[in-house]
């Protein structure tokens, strides 16, 4: 069992940042892929970024530039860092892992950006 909790979320203002993190704590294997989704008023859930257990890392065309994603191993935690922050950015983001062919998902941030 693997369990995600994020934190970080809030109310910015258009051009804002915010910062992110999910802490994974249970069955983590070290091979594991991290990645945030995101899911906005009336839209589907998205994938925002991902990040390997070596370091690579792949985004969405409409946050790259803006948002990095890192991890630390040793704290098993997952952070997302949003700059320039639009008003479409508004969103749930959910943490997520798969492991066993088993998705794990945290229970969301809210996001707001807004002026």
């Known amino acids: 069992q693997v369990q995600l909790v994020e934190s970080g979320g809030g109310l910015v203002q258009p051009g804002g940042s915010l910062r992110l993190s999910c802490a994974a704590s249970?069955?983590?294997?070290?091979?594991?892929?991290m990645a945030w989704y995101r899911q906005g008023p009336g839209k589907q859930r998205e994938l925002v970024a991902l990040?390997?257990?070596?370091?690579?890392?792949n985004y969405a065309d409409s946050v790259k530039g803006r948002f990095t994603i890192s991890r630390d191993a040793a704290k098993n935690t997952v952070y997302l860092q949003m700059n320039s922050l639009k008003p479409e950015d508004t969103a749930i983001y959910y943490c997520?892992?798969?492991?066993?062919?088993?998705?794990?998902w945290g229970q969301g941030t809210q996001v707001t950006v807004s002026s």
């Open positions: 249970g069955s983590i294997f070290s091979g594991t892929v």
């Open positions: 997520h892992t798969r492991q066993m062919r088993v998705d794990y």
């Open positions: 990040i390997t257990s070596g370091g690579s890392s």
